[in-house]
């Protein structure tokens, strides 16, 4: 069940003299999909940044040596390549000065990523994302029909790649991922020193899901000042267990300009924050986990497909909102979601008055894979 639209892409970017880097949460797929890819060819050399002898080879590096190392190999992937310190000049110096080889770098921290490489390789890399199994990859799988069927189940336990393949073992797995984001990567890379409050803090975030958030109220909560609260919503966002949400804001005076949503890219991890895993029709917060289900779905369905598009939310000081809103080719599409099909909605006539030619609709269980295919 892997993305097979970004398996396309990236044999499209073969041997164009630059790298390619993939990125992405640990466990999702990336290492299974690069060798899926490379299987069975005789020009692959595979290194592991998560072993000791990789990240010495890198620490005392010489293109001299690694092409020796290389010999006749074409295709070199550096998986966890964050792992690597200065892995940006690293893969640099190879790109610069060895010919005729593609390198691929794969990450589970884009801001490890990010501070290390877009400096250094800029103009010199493809750089790509890859997220939890999507609806879109599901329907493909088995059918619209049967995934339709199973969406209660999604909302509840999300679609890591081993939730889906492990029926009856989601809670367990859960909690081990969620372990995994808060602790190997998050707290040991970023050597964040109080690992109770940043749990405090997702967890604040968790229950929080849908609405605006206040870094001052947040710190409160969790016994943090505001600039710390930011730092690691940063670092959060960064190694993939979260994002944001900005408002949009453009012709009213009291529309909210600085406001922020935050959301997860999984709801399984979420709930596994919280510890909660009651099913859809015992559940209190059915609406932002659709909210949530719906937003991270829309976004894995626009990067995999490679549509340039803007999205917000919208607000005003009276409360008035609007759950989505994109941007794409100069036309507004404003989304509402609704659990319940029957559910009344009020237009908003003060947005579609505001930003004329703006489209407006409503999306529920009966037509949500109108958004996600």
């Keep these: 069940m892997i993305q ?9 970017k073969l041997f164009l003299k630059k790298a390619i880097l993939l990125m992405g949460p640990r466990q999702v797929g990336k290492t299974t999909l690069l060798q899926k890819i490379f299987q069975n060819n005789p020009d692959l050399f595979w290194l592991n940044g998560d072993e000791l002898d990789v990240q010495n080879l890198f ?11 290389l010999g006749s190999k074409k295709i070199v992937v550096i998986d966890e390549a964050q792992r690597i310190d200065s892995i940006g000049l690293r893969l640099k110096l190879i790109i610069d000065t060895i010919d005729g080889i593609q390198l691929i770098a794969t990450g589970s921290s884009s801001f490890e990523l990010a501070n290390k490489v877009n400096e250094p390789l800029t103009g010199r890399k493809w750089e790509y994302k890859m997220y939890p199994i999507s609806f879109s990859e599901m329907v493909t799988y088995h059918g619209l029909l049967e995934e339709k069927r199973m969406l209660p189940h999604r909302l509840v336990y999300g679609y890591y790649p081993d939730v889906v393949s492990n029926q009856g073992n989601e809670k367990e797995i859960l909690k081990q991922l969620s372990d995994s984001y808060l602790y190997k990567d998050v707290l040991l890379w970023e050597q964040i020193q109080k690992p109770d409050k940043l749990i405090r803090l997702l967890q604040a975030i968790a229950l929080q899901l849908g609405s605006q958030v206040s870094y001052h109220e947040l710190g ?5 000042d505001s600039k710390t609260v930011e730092k690691y919503i940063n ?18 005076r009291n529309e909210l300009k600085n406001s922020k949503k935050i959301y997860f890219y999984d ?19 059915i609406g932002p986990l659709w909210e949530n289900f719906l937003i991270s779905e829309r976004i894995k369905h626009l990067h995999y497909t490679q549509q340039w598009t803007n999205y917000w939310y919208w607000r005003t000081k009276d409360q008035k909102e609007i ?30 008055e505001a930003y004329a030619g703006s489209e407006y609709k409503m999306i529920h269980p009966d037509n949500f894979e109108d958004l996600l295919l």
């Design 267 to 285: 709801n399984g991890i979420r709930n596994a924050l919280i510890a909660n895993f009651n099913q859809v029709e015992a559940r209190n917060d």
């Design 220 to 224: 409160q909560i969790c016994g943090l």
């Design 4 to 12: 097979r639209s970004l398996e396309q892409v990236i044999l499209s």
């Design 59 to 69: 620490s005392t590096f010489s293109a001299t040596r690694f092409k020796a190392i």
């Design 235 to 252: 670092v959060l966002e960064q190694t993939f267990v979260i994002f944001r949400l900005g408002s949009f804001n453009r012709n009213l």
């Design 323 to 352: 759950d989505f809103v994109e941007e794409s080719n100069g036309i507004i599409t404003a989304y509402e979601f609704k659990w319940n099909p029957k559910s009344k909605v009020k237009i908003p006539k003060l947005f579609l």
